[in-house]
């Protein structure tokens, strides 16, 4: 049933998304609905609500712009929210995007990227030094089973270890969990999740636990640096709302400028937003890590889109990455 109703929300988007009418709702210019999810990866989200830059740069173009906020967990939440109007910008994994921009015929687009970070795949359990090691009564948790960007690299590592063709090997080995309950229980290990395909500050804060070791890093997987979590809207949104798109991409700009050049202000803001009980020290420990880099540019999306298609995830094998991504950022070296 939920299959189904996507897929009819998706149909309408399709329909509305050429021209300016449409059936779904939406947002008048001035008001913009944001989804959220968790990690530091949205410290340029958490930097832009904290010194209201949205609103600064509304200003600037001569609009009062109202801001409000959604927590959200998992690809398939965020996808809902955006093909149902019930949010303006969806911020999710590659994995997830992908699969909305597939299925909308590219009336989904990305703004920009939170940033190139690593995700750990982390056990509880001495005997898992591989992913050949895992076995069938093993839980590995994710934020949405298979159709994240962490269940969708952890299909891409199952090929590499187990053969061409073998991405499918370990997807009844997935769990849904937000990182934050995954953390938790991989910690308590009075559960059955015995893996956890984390991101920061998440995986750090796990791997202070004796009891918990690293497998692999999804840089070790996709060969390099991956921005794995993007902010993304529909075309009809900014061709409908011109100022209030405008004002959000300036201010996103802003925010990722400013976490990339003063990582201790990103790590008190994190804390301050998140009302995060960890250390502001031991987040910026976290960001100031050297394979951390906040940039809006999307980096080596592509070869997910290449994965994607070439497993039947995805009907639509973009030639570029700027086949999924809205101008302003198409005169930059993405991949």
């Not at 989200?45 to 209201?52: G, P, T």
């Not at 750090?204 to 979590?229: C, F, M, N, R």
């Not at 990339?260 to 502001?280: C, F, M």
């Amino acid at each position: 049933m939920k299959r189904l109703v996507r897929g009819l929300l998706a149909a309408a988007l399709i329909a509305g998304s050429a021209v300016t009418g449409s059936s779904l709702p939406a947002s008048a210019e001035g008001l913009i609905r944001i989804s959220e999810q968790f990690g530091t990866l949205y410290v340029p989200f958490h930097i832009l609500r904290d010194q209201k830059l949205i609103e600064k740069h509304g200003k600037a173009l001569g609009l009062d712009i109202k801001v409000e906020w959604r927590k959200l967990s998992g690809g398939n939440a965020v996808n809902d929210a955006l093909l149902s109007g019930s949010i303006d910008i969806a911020s999710a994994g590659i994995g997830p995007f992908l699969t909305v921009w597939d299925r909308t015929k590219g009336a989904v687009k990305v703004i920009g990227a939170f940033g190139a970070q690593p995700s750990y795949l982390l056990t509880n359990k001495d005997s898992i030094k591989s992913l050949k090691d895992i076995g069938p009564n093993d839980r590995i948790a994710t934020p949405a089973a298979i159709v994240s960007v962490q269940g969708r690299t952890l299909q891409i590592a199952s090929e590499q270890a187990f053969g061409e063709g073998q991405q499918n090997k370990l997807d009844a080995n997935q769990v849904t969990l937000p990182h934050p309950d995954a953390t938790a229980a991989l910690l308590s290990g009075s559960t059955e999740i015995t893996a956890h395909l984390s991101n920061s500050p998440f995986q750090e804060q796990a791997l202070k636990d004796p009891k918990i070791h690293k497998i692999w890093s999804s840089y070790d997987v996709l060969g390099g640096p991956l921005t794995p979590t993007l902010a993304y809207s529909t075309v009809k949104f900014r061709n409908e709302n011109p100022k209030t798109y405008e004002a959000f991409f300036l201010a996103f700009k802003e925010a990722t400028e400013i976490a990339g050049k003063d990582r201790k202000l990103a790590a008190e803001t994190y804390v301050k937003i998140e009302k995060s009980k960890l250390d502001p020290a031991f987040i910026q420990q976290v960001i100031s890590n050297p394979e951390v880099k906040f940039t809006l540019v999307p980096l080596n999306t592509q070869k997910f889109a290449d994965f994607l298609y070439k497993t039947g995830a995805i009907k639509v094998k973009p030639a570029s990455w700027k086949d999924y991504t809205f101008p302003e950022l198409h005169d930059q070296p993405g991949s």
